[in-house]
């Protein structure tokens, strides 16, 4: 079955270093989202791609990159993790064919920055 | 900023009752889209509807949309304890599957 993976599922690390999620479709989706949950905000826009080479920011894309080579992946990389980045890291795709799809969503991953 | 707010922020009720939730939103959309998110998991769609639609039925979901006061209800009839989650609608403003979420309903259904 097609799906949605997220990696690593939990992820501790320290003030300052890179960190990379990884986000990976099956699916053959154009559209790829990154979102943040985060308590009281519901999930916020970090950034999001509608094809190869194609990125874009989000409602919260300082201190995050986003890169897509290929159609099934897009990582999201935080350039120098600070503790208001610890959160719930949502990846989430979508066909992108006529603007009324649903967007599948990753299981998340657990981001701590200590 | 979040495009919705859902009210209310948590319901609990005793199973085999309704459960209404409202999502109020601030611009003009293409589309309207409700999902569940289990504690812990991911979310899943559950329903979208199109600007120009007024109601939609989905099993035991009904979905009502009023452009005018740029309002949406998610109606669940019969909850089971399973419907036990938070609930979230997000709007489509540009019909370019970016969507934007409100802050969620957490539903609690007492067996």
């Known amino acids: 079955d097609a799906e949605i993976t997220q990696s690593p599922r939990h992820k501790i690390t320290e003030t300052g270093r890179q960190v990379t999620l990884a986000c990976h479709q099956t699916w053959n989706h154009n559209n790829m989202f990154w979102y943040r949950q985060d308590l009281g905000h519901g999930l916020r826009l970090i950034h999001y791609?509608?094809?190869?080479?194609?990125?874009n920011k989000g409602e919260v894309s300082d201190g995050y990159s986003v890169s897509r080579s290929n159609t099934e992946d897009l990582p999201l990389t935080l350039e120098s993790a600070a503790s208001s980045q610890t959160s719930v890291y949502f990846c989430a795709s979508s066909v992108g064919s006529t603007g009324y799809t649903e967007a599948f969503f990753g299981q998340g991953t657990r981001l701590t920055v200590v | 900023s979040q495009q919705g707010e859902e009210d209310p922020q948590a319901l609990s009720i005793q199973e085999g009752e309704n459960a209404t939730m409202n999502c109020s939103y601030k611009?003009?959309?293409?589309?309207l889209q409700w999902y569940r998110q289990n504690s812990g998991r991911g979310l899943v769609h559950l329903i979208l509807?199109?600007?120009?639609?007024r109601e939609k039925h989905s099993g035991r979901l009904r979905v009502t949309l009023d452009t005018s006061k740029k309002s949406s209800s998610l109606l669940i009839t019969a909850s089971r304890a399973a419907d036990t989650a938070s609930y979230f609608c997000a709007t489509d403003a540009g019909g370019n599957e970016k969507l934007t979420f409100g802050t969620g309903t957490r539903l609690t259904i007492i067996p």
């Open positions: 509807i199109r600007s120009n639609e």
């Open positions: 791609s509608y094809g190869v080479q194609d990125t």
């Open positions: 611009t003009s959309i293409n589309n």
